[in-house]
């Protein structure tokens, strides 16, 4: 059963660093094709794709954030990890991990979390 | 980026309605193409992959149809449990990009 579950401060003040662990389980970054991909919706808003992040390393990340986002995977703790730089209200959000099929489809997700950005 | 565009941006509905939403891409994206169902404070579910392949567990009332730029969801019957907000995504291209949703009412 593949599960994927987000941890990471609920509060973060502005200008400040996000760093969200995305924790995997039923499956590995290691298998051949994985992949996961961090999604977030602001309130009453649409999705919006972050980033991906495959089995080989290979890292594709959102244009408009590219400058401010890093994902890496951690194969040993079978985590994937989303750090976002100077930090702005308008990043408030609910943040989600979620396996990639194919890459094509986002086939299960995180439960999500929410973050703030307030001072 | 590729543009997906939905419509409506909301629907109202009875039980036992038969309902279509649409998404329309702003370039041809093939069949790399989803429809997924959001519920309030809940994540996302996935119900249709590759524009019209069911996704295991998702009931049959829902299908998928389309290809290239235009691309249809439609519910035959919908019970109580579908009313939810929808949205479509492409994955033809980086970054991935989803439509700004339908809002599925009850009537």
């Known amino acids: 059963q593949i599960a994927l579950k987000e941890s990471g401060p609920t509060l973060v003040k502005p200008r400040q660093t996000l760093t969200l662990t995305c924790t995997l389980s039923g499956f590995s970054l290691t298998t051949t094709g994985a992949g996961v991909g961090w999604i977030r919706q602001a309130p009453g808003k649409a999705l919006e794709c972050l980033a991906l992040?495959?089995?080989?390393?290979?890292?594709r990340s959102s244009p408009s954030l590219s400058n401010r986002l890093t994902v890496t995977k951690d194969t040993s703790k079978n985590q994937v990890v989303l750090t976002m730089t100077e930090m702005d209200p308008v990043d408030t959000a609910t943040y989600y991990c979620?396996?990639?099929?194919?890459?094509?489809?986002?086939?299960?997700w995180g439960q999500g979390t929410m973050v703030t950005v307030s001072s | 980026d590729i543009q997906m565009t939905q419509s409506p941006s909301s629907v109202s509905a009875s039980v036992g309605d038969r309902v279509t939403i649409t998404c329309r891409a702003s370039?041809?994206?093939?069949?790399?193409f989803a429809w997924y169902q959001q519920k309030p404070g809940k994540a996302p579910r996935l119900l249709i992959y590759?524009?019209?392949t069911l996704e295991s567990g998702v009931p049959s009332r829902f299908s998928g149809s389309g290809s290239g730029t235009d691309f249809t969801l439609t519910i035959s019957s919908l019970q109580p449990e579908d009313f939810a907000t929808y949205y479509c995504?492409?994955?033809?291209?980086?970054?991935?990009?989803f439509g700004q949703g339908t809002r599925l009412d009850i009537k």
């Open positions: 370039q041809g994206v093939r069949n790399w």
């Open positions: 979620a396996n990639i099929r194919g890459g094509a489809a986002f086939d299960v």
């Open positions: 992040i495959y089995w080989d390393g290979d890292l």
């Open positions: 590759g524009a019209s």
């Open positions: 995504q492409q994955a033809y291209s980086f970054p991935l990009t």
